[in-house]
């Protein structure tokens, strides 16, 4: 009678104990050993950046938002069905997700040739919470030329919440973006000049917060039906002239007419550091033609491949 009282008492000690340790989960993880190895001296390819959006009007500084987000590159994957995928996973904070959200990509390249100077791809970017999800996709080709350069890029992004609620951020667009940029123009073949179109798309004043585009002011034609101009059509022809600068330094200016809208950059990148990555600071001035809005963008990153 008393080995068998000690015995109870031992079991209830052992499940005592494991009932202290065990997270209360209705399941746990197993934890598995790495099979990866390193061959050799690689660093951690990864995207990290700070942001600060400026709204500009009559009155002066009217809004302000910040953004940051980490981002790792996890190099090129051999996937089933997919082969060699490039993929890159992160974090991301912006008004829209101010707790914070994952943001996975993926760009499978559909063909390089190096003889030719040309290369297909698409890809897929998504960024969540637990409240709303945001998708988007993407083909593009680059062609290279002497002294010159061609690319296209179709997108479709879509978002939203997973439940509809009044006021919710939804939105499902498509559009382009191409054009040809001409390099070693004047003077002292430092600048480029690019020649294109521009779609519109991902600047609907989601992630800014209360820092609205200053493309939003445009006048906007008077007419009841306008065809897929308001929901998918949002693109304008653009003018750029880039002049690189002493000390990796680069100033341009873009024209969108159809936005009205003229943006002045400033970009400059620091030496590469013992692990093989850089400093990049950029400030982007976007001036509306048609009202007295503008949009100052200042933003840091590091770079590291």
Same mark, same amino acid.
Not at 168 to 174: A, K, L, R
């Given at each position: ?7 109870? *008492? ?88 101010? *707790? ?95 020649i294109g179109w521009r779609t519109g798309l ?23 039906? *306008? ?69 100052? *963008? ?8």
């Open positions: 009678m008393r080995m068998r009282l000690q015995g109870g *008492r031992a079991i209830a000690l052992v499940v005592a104990l494991v009932a202290v340790m065990q997270c209360p989960t209705f399941i746990h993880t197993a934890e598995w050993l790495d099979l990866a190895d390193l061959k050799s001296e690689n660093t951690l390819p990864l995207i990290t950046d700070l942001g600060l959006n400026v709204g500009l009007g009559r009155e002066g500084l009217n809004a302000t938002s910040g953004s940051c987000s980490f981002i790792a590159d996890f190099g090129v994957l051999d996937l089933p069905l997919l082969g060699l995928v490039r993929s890159r996973a992160g974090l991301r904070y912006n008004p829209l997700y101010p *707790r914070g959200a994952l943001e996975l990509g993926f760009r499978k390249e559909l063909r390089t040739d190096k003889d030719q100077g040309y290369q297909l791809f698409m890809g897929l970017q998504s960024t969540g919470d637990d409240e709303r999800l945001d998708v988007l996709t993407e083909i593009g080709a680059i062609k290279l030329f002497h002294n010159a350069r061609a690319f296209y890029r179709f997108l479709w992004g879509f978002g939203g919440p997973y439940q509809e609620k009044s006021g919710s951020n939804n939105w499902n667009q498509m559009g382009s973006s191409l054009g040809v940029t001409q390099t070693n123009l004047p003077p002292n073949l430092k600048g480029q000049l690019t991902l600047d609907v004043g989601l992630e800014g917060g209360k820092v609205l585009p200053p493309m939003l002011a445009r006048r906007k034609a008077q007419k009841k039906n *306008r065809g897929l101009r308001d929901n998918l059509l949002d693109s304008s022809p653009f003018a750029a002239y880039s002049l690189e600068l002493p000390k990796n330094a680069e100033v341009s200016w873009t024209i969108l007419p159809e936005h009205e809208v003229l943006e002045h950059a400033l970009h400059w990148r620091s030496g590469m550091d013992a692990t093989g990555g850089q400093v990049v600071i950029a400030a982007v001035l976007e001036q509306s033609l048609s009202s007295p809005r503008a949009r100052l *963008r200042i933003g840091t990153c590091y770079e590291r491949k």
